[in-house]
């Protein structure tokens, strides 16, 4: 069975601060992808990044970067120079087929003025 | 092109109603998945479906819940005789093909609290 877990249910920070979430998974599976939401307030979600189990690049994609790590079956994510507008509930998820999303339970980041 | 549709986009029901939650998919789009979104809880699978197919329910409570995604017309979740704890974000995603780099595009979701 396959468990996606976030460690952190909050996160509060100050505009500008840098802020790590962290992801850990489970599966036995070889071939595997990982995947990030973001859901804002207004509630939709939001894709991310994905990211398949052969590709242990790092990813930078403006303030955001995610460090995919095997070796512990980690994949975070990191927001530099926090806004406001990145408050938001953030979620990782694993998928071992073709179709089916494992999510973890969320971290709720908070950006204060 | 029109994102992943669902309505309503809040529905209230007393115990004992029916909800039907519907998803029109992109255009494009023949598979459909639905999440069920608990309160301070991650999205959890329910049901993957293909026009006129159901390919994978194993998600989805085996009484008062049934989903459908007819040849014409949106998708279909249906939960007869609503409880309490039935209420939740119900979000619909659908892609283009099944396979290792099928992305799901999600909906706004349809938030259903039962009375």
């Known amino acids: 069975a396959q468990k996606v877990t976030q460690a952190q249910t909050e996160i509060s920070v100050v505009e500008k601060e840098d802020v790590t979430l962290d992801c850990v998974y489970e599966?036995?599976?070889?071939?595997?992808?990982l995947f990030w939401y973001k859901q804002p307030p207004s509630g939709e979600l939001v894709f991310l990044i994905r990211?398949?189990?052969?590709?242990?690049q790092n990813e930078i994609s403006g303030r955001y970067s995610w460090n995919f790590q095997k070796s512990t079956s980690s994949f975070n994510f990191t927001i530099t120079a926090s806004q406001v507008v990145d408050s938001a509930v953030y979620f990782c998820?694993?998928?071992?087929?073709?179709?089916?999303?494992?999510f973890g339970a969320g971290t709720t980041v908070t950006v204060r003025a | 092109n029109a994102g992943v549709m669902q309505n309503p986009r809040h529905l209230v029901r007393r115990r004992g109603q029916e909800a039907r939650l519907r998803c029109s998919p992109m255009?494009?789009?023949?598979?459909v998945y639905w999440y069920r979104q608990l309160p301070e809880e991650g999205l959890k699978f329910m049901v993957y479906?293909?026009?006129?197919?159901?390919?994978?329910e194993s998600g989805m409570p085996k009484e008062r819940f049934s989903a459908e995604f007819p040849k014409e017309g949106p998708s279909i979740l249906r939960i007869q005789q609503v409880v309490r704890g039935d209420s939740a974000a119900y979000f619909c995603?659908?892609?283009?093909?099944?396979?290792?780099?099928?992305?799901?595009?999600f909906g706004p979701g349809t938030r259903l609290t039962v009375l």
């Open positions: 990211r398949n189990s052969f590709d242990e």
């Open positions: 255009k494009g789009h023949s598979h």
């Open positions: 479906l293909q026009k006129e197919n159901i390919i994978d």
């Open positions: 995603a659908s892609s283009p093909i099944r396979g290792s780099y099928n992305e799901q595009f």
């Open positions: 998820a694993l998928r071992i087929n073709d179709y089916k999303l494992s």
């Open positions: 599966t036995r599976d070889t071939t595997y992808y």
